[in-house]
C-alpha cells in the first residue's frame, strides 16, 4: 500500500493522471495527513505517545509481537533492526490501570527510509486489550504525517488483510496502478536453500 500525492489530491504538475510520488516533482510540499485524535486526548485516557526507541524493551516488544500474532525475533537482530530504523513510535501506559501497570508497551510501530524519497511503516501492533481504541490509527497516522513532514513522498506499508480498510481509510491506496510487492523470504523453499548455500 502507498501513500501517493494523488491519494491526497495533488499532481505532478506535468501529467495530471500520474500521481506524485516524488517530492522533487511537487510544486508544493505535501500536507501532513490530519491527526484524528490529539496526544493530549489520549493522555487523558492513559495513554502516551514516545518516539525512539529509548526505553522500549526488546523483550516486551516482542511479547507484543507475540500477542498480535506476529513471530517473536532475535532479540540481538530486533535490537539492530530498532538501531537501524528510521523513525520509531510507541505507546505506554501513562498510569497504572486495570489493563496495564504504569509504563507498559501498548503499541508499537516503525518505518525505514533512505530519508528522502520513500520510507516502509514496519511492525503496527496494538496490544488485543487495546485494540478498537483508535491506537493503530494514531500510531499510522503520526508516522505518516513525521514522514510526509520529512518531504517523504512515497510511504509502504505491509498490512494483514483484515486491517486494510483501515490504512485506506487514512489515504493508503492497495496496489496502486497494479503495483504488487513481492518479498524474499528464508521461509520459503528457494529461500531456506539459498540461506543455507549463504551459511556454507
Request: aromatic fraction near 8%.
Amino acid at each position: 500500500m502507498k501513500l501517493t500525492g494523488a491519494a491526497l489530491g495533488l499532481s505532478d504538475g506535468i501529467n495530471t493522471q500520474k500521481p506524485a510520488l516524488m517530492v522533487d516533482t511537487l510544486e508544493q510540499q505535501l500536507p501532513p495527513p490530519p491527526i484524528s485524535k490529539s496526544d493530549e486526548q489520549f493522555l487523558e485516557g492513559g495513554v502516551e505517545f514516545v518516539w525512539g526507541e529509548e526505553g522500549l524493551d526488546v523483550g516486551e516488544l516482542n511479547d507484543l509481537f507475540e500477542k498480535v500474532g506476529f513471530p517473536r525475533r532475535d532479540p540481538s537482530r530486533l535490537a539492530l533492526a530498532l538501531a537501524n530504523t528510521y523513525r520509531t513510535i510507541w505507546i505506554r501506559a501513562a498510569r497504572k490501570s486495570r489493563l496495564a501497570r504504569e509504563g507498559q508497551l501498548l503499541g508499537f510501530a516503525r518505518a525505514t527510509s533512505d530519508g528522502a524519497l520513500s520510507a516502509v511503516i514496519w511492525d503496527v501492533s496494538v496490544a488485543p486489550a487495546w485494540q478498537r481504541g483508535g491506537l493503530g490509527r494514531a500510531l499510522v497516522e503520526r508516522l505518516t504525517s513525521s514522514l510526509v513532514h520529512d518531504g517523504i513522498a512515497t510511504i509502504t506499508l505491509y498490512a494483514e488483510p483484515g486491517v486494510v480498510a483501515l490504512y485506506e481509510k487514512l489515504g493508503y491506496v492497495s496496489d496502486p496502478e497494479g503495483i504488487r510487492g513481492v518479498a524474499f523470504q528464508t521461509k520459503s523453499a528457494f529461500g531456506r536453500s539459498m540461506a543455507a548455500a549463504l551459511r556454507r
